[in-house]
């Protein structure tokens, strides 16, 4: 399973929060938060980051995404061998189908319910954690990558989506390493150049991280844009390729 932070260093001032946090987050649409004043919050924010090593949203999604990992689906059919990975950039969860990966992302990452719902109501499967030849091919595999040992994966993906985003995902996939190109690029790789916001819709909607590679897609000016798992992210998986990390410190 993928690890949910403690909030036992939670400093005892905080205590109210914590207790909406370990109890009601499945009830609220947003973060449980007695009112506190702008300078109490910012407080908050501080304590939280410095105590749990993560932002209380990231919190709150990963608890949400356990319990939707952990729910029984009384029609599902399959299993969805899953793992819980580490990597120098935060734990991944990985999921797979009868045919591949179908999800890798980072943990505690924005949309990664729905990703992880959508899965499970595309294959009608049920989420089992353990070891297999295809979850140790992949650990395998990011290691090398973090290590700038490997350039291409050989796990197999399985991509659920729509047909235009399965084309905009092998549009990804035809990016080399080390390369970026914009939305207007991708789209014109895909014969449809008007289509620069569908597009970035669509690598939205990439559910592989890492392997279908959206974080080389950026802007017209050379900006970084959006990337559900942080921009920071981003930009390290960017140098990362580029032969700027040093990778003998992970």
């Known amino acids: 399973m993928i690890t949910l932070p403690s909030l036992n260093n939670l400093p005892s001032k905080w205590d109210e929060i914590r207790y909406c946090l ?52 009384p029609d599902s059919l399959n299993e969805l061998t899953s793992a819980a990975i580490a990597t120098p950039l935060g734990e991944m969860l990985a999921v797979f189908g009868n045919k591949g990966l179908c999800l890798l992302e980072f943990v505690g990452q924005k949309h990664l319910e729905q990703e992880i719902a959508a899965v499970q109501k595309a294959l009608r499967g049920r989420f ?33 989506g729509t047909a235009f985003q399965k084309q905009a995902w092998d549009a990804l996939l035809a990016i080399p390493y080390g390369e970026t190109r914009s939305y207007k690029e991708q789209a014109q790789h895909l014969g449809n150049p008007k289509a620069v916001r569908a597009v970035a819709a669509a690598n939205g909607q990439n559910k592989v991280s890492v392997l279908i590679p959206c974080h080389r897609v950026i802007g017209s000016d050379g900006k970084l844009t959006g990337y559900a798992g942080g921009l920071n992210r981003k930009q390290f998986l960017l140098a990362l390729e580029r032969g700027e990390v040093q990778t003998a410190l992970f």
């Open 22 to 73: 370990e109890t009601r987050v499945f009830e609220c649409g947003v973060m449980p938060h007695p009112n506190l004043t702008e300078c109490e919050a910012g407080q908050f924010e501080r304590d939280f980051w410095d105590n749990i090593g993560c932002a209380p949203e990231e919190y709150v999604r990963i608890r949400r995404a356990i319990r939707l990992l952990e729910a029984r689906y």
């Open 128 to 160: 089992v954690f353990r070891e297999d030849e295809r979850t140790q091919l992949l650990r395998q595999e990011l290691d090398l990558y973090f290590q700038c040992r490997l350039k291409t994966f050989a796990t197999p993906l399985e991509m659920i």
